[in-house]
C-alpha cells in the first residue's frame, strides 16, 4: 500500500534535477522494517531502531500508522519528541505530522478514507473518519502520559532531555513502544538498551541504503523521469 500509493518530499532533489516530490518506493530493508514493526505490535512488545541519519526513518514510521489507520477500525497510535515543534509545526516539512497530512493530502480519494484536513486535522491529532482510528502526538517529559495507545514511537529517543521522566510516563501508557533515534553516547536509556540486547532491535545502517548504490539509483531516476 505504501509503495503502491503515498508520496513522499525530499527538497534536495531539486538541484539535481528530480522532482521534490517523488512515489514512497520502499527498498528492501524498509520493507523489512514494516514486517518488523508489526510484529512487536502483534505480540505487544517494545522495541528499539538505532539508525544512521537521513534514512527516512520518520516518514517510513508514519506511513505505516496511516496504512493500519486507514484499514484497521478504532486503532490509536501516539508518536512523540522532545519539542512541540518538533512533532507539528504546520509550516515545517521536518515536522511529524506536517509528513502526515502531507501523505494523506496526495492519497488517491479513493484510498484516503473520507480524509478532509479542515475537519479530521488539530494540532498534534489526526483523525481517520471511516475507521475512528487516530494519530496522536506528544512532547516534553510527559510523552505518554495523556493515554492509552496501540504503539506509541519515540522520535530521537536518544536526545530526550530528560528521558527518565518519559519512561514513568510511558511505562502504562502502551504495550508496544518503540525508540527510534540516532546514536548519542552512552549516557542515556536508549544507548543502555543497545547494549543490554533484552530489547528486540532493528539496526538501520547507512549501508541499507541502496541510494549509496549508483547503479540503483539510477533506475530510481529512470522511474521518475517517466512519471
Same mark, same amino acid.
Request: charged share 25%.
Given at each position: %500500500? =505504501? ?16 522532482? @521534490?516530490? =517523488?512515489? %514512497? ?7 523489512? %522494517? ?14 528499539? *531502531? ?10 517510513? *514510521? ?5 496504512? @493500519? ?7 490509536? %497510535? ?21 509528513? =502526515? ?41 510527559? =510523552? ?6 496501540? *504503539?506509541? @514511537? ?25 525508540? *527510534? ?9 536508549? !544507548? ?25 539509483? !539510477? ?9
Amino acid at each position: %500500500f =505504501i509503495t503502491d500509493w503515498f508520496l513522499t518530499a525530499d527538497p534536495r532533489n531539486a538541484d539535481i534535477g528530480l522532482p @521534490v516530490i =517523488i512515489p %514512497f518506493i520502499l527498498f528492501p530493508r524498509q520493507r523489512q %522494517f514494516v514486517d518488523w514493526f508489526l510484529d512487536r505490535w502483534k505480540n505487544r512488545e517494545d522495541g528499539i *531502531v538505532p539508525k544512521s541519519r537521513d534514512m527516512g526513518m520518520s516518514w517510513l *514510521v508514519l506511513a505505516i500508522m496511516c496504512s @493500519v489507520a486507514l484499514t484497521r477500525k478504532n486503532i490509536d %497510535f501516539g508518536i512523540g519528541s522532545q519539542f512541540r515543534a518538533k512533532v507539528d509545526n504546520s509550516g515545517n516539512p521536518d515536522s511529524l505530522f506536517w509528513k =502526515i497530512r502531507f501523505m494523506l493530502e496526495n492519497l488517491p480519494p479513493e484510498f484516503n478514507g473520507g480524509w478532509n484536513r479542515k475537519l479530521h486535522s488539530i494540532e498534534m491529532q489526526i483523525k481517520f473518519p471511516q475507521t475512528n482510528s487516530t494519530i496522536m502526538g506528544d512532547c516534553g517529559d510527559d =510523552i505518554g502520559r495523556g493515554g492509552r495507545k496501540a *504503539v506509541f @514511537v519515540i522520535d530521537e529517543a536518544a536526545h530526550l532531555e530528560h528521558p527518565e521522566y518519559v519512561e514513568h510516563a510511558l511505562s502504562n501508557a502502551t504495550n508496544c513502544r518503540i525508540d *527510534v533515534s540516532s546514536v548519542c553516547g552512552a549516557g542515556n536509556p536508549f !544507548a543502555q538498551k543497545m547494549l543490554d540486547g533484552v530489547v528486540p532491535q532493528f539496526l538501520f545502517a547507512w549501508r541499507d541504503d541502496p541510494r549509496k548504490d549508483d547503479a540503483w539509483y !539510477a533506475k530510481m531516476c529512470a522511474k521518475y523521469d517517466a512519471i
